[in-house]
């Protein structure tokens, strides 16, 4: 177990609806990174968020936005869902801006029909 | 752009045999490296890790790892694998552009025959 963790473990919703990931990192990291595994991307990198504030982007669509709360926890938002969006979505967290450890959550995985 | 490879996508071995997984990486600079191991169903745990020094790292659950800079590789070696080692491992590159996000490579899948 991490300390990492992410709700909810299952999603499935039709095309063009919107849904809402939760990660809450492990205690004391002040880092949280999101990232998207998919068959044919493989593992990318979406996003970071430092201290509430948005440290790096990665290939994140502009229909994809996320945020991080006063109390840490990071919301990760998938608007306008396209069958292509199904995946399984990773939260990570670290403990600085420049910690290079990052543990992952045990993900969620989005099915979108 | 920094990149990883892991040529091998499935390799299979037996139960005490030893293993190696390769990971080759293109970065300018030293690289901080990483290998994760995902069992089916769970998410990313991080074997070991490399930033400087020693080239031989050791990691959890009898893993190790050599950095060869000459070779612009990683490999992660195990001297006998257990049949819980079944996984897909992935190689990990810290990238630039800040931040400090993880970039993978395409994993490999281990299969243990008993």
């Known amino acids: 177990d991490s300390g990492v963790t992410q709700t909810p473990k299952h999603l499935i919703t039709a095309t063009g609806q919107r849904v809402t990931l939760r990660c809450s990192p492990r205690?004391?990291?002040?880092?949280v990174y999101w990232y998207q595994q998919s068959l044919d991307q493989g593992l990318q990198f979406l996003i970071q968020y430092y201290n509430g504030e948005e440290r790096a982007k990665g290939n994140i669509l502009e229909r994809f936005s996320a945020q991080q709360f006063p109390d840490l926890h990071s919301e990760l938002n998938l608007s306008s869902l396209e069958l292509g969006d199904s995946a399984l979505y990773f939260c990570a967290s670290s403990s600085g801006p420049n910690s290079y450890e990052q543990y992952f959550g045990p993900g969620t995985r989005l099915t979108v029909t | 752009a920094q990149s990883v490879t892991q040529p091998d996508i499935h390799i299979t071995v037996s139960e005490g045999a030893s293993l190696e997984l390769r990971c080759n990486y293109s970065?300018?600079?030293?690289?901080?490296l990483f290998w994760y191991v995902q069992s089916p169903g769970q998410g990313l745990q991080l074997l070991l890790k490399y930033f400087s020094g020693d080239t031989l790292v050791q990691g959890i659950k009898g893993f190790e790892a050599e950095f060869k800079r000459s070779q612009s590789s990683f490999n992660l070696r195990k001297p006998s694998v257990h049949w819980s080692d079944a996984a897909e491992y992935f190689c990990?590159?810290?990238?630039?552009?800040?931040?400090?996000?993880?970039?993978f490579g395409t994993g490999t899948q281990l299969k243990v025959e008993l």
């Open positions: 205690s004391g990291d002040l880092s």
């Open positions: 970065y300018g600079a030293t690289p901080y």
């Open positions: 990990a590159v810290v990238g630039t552009g800040g931040g400090n996000k993880l970039t």
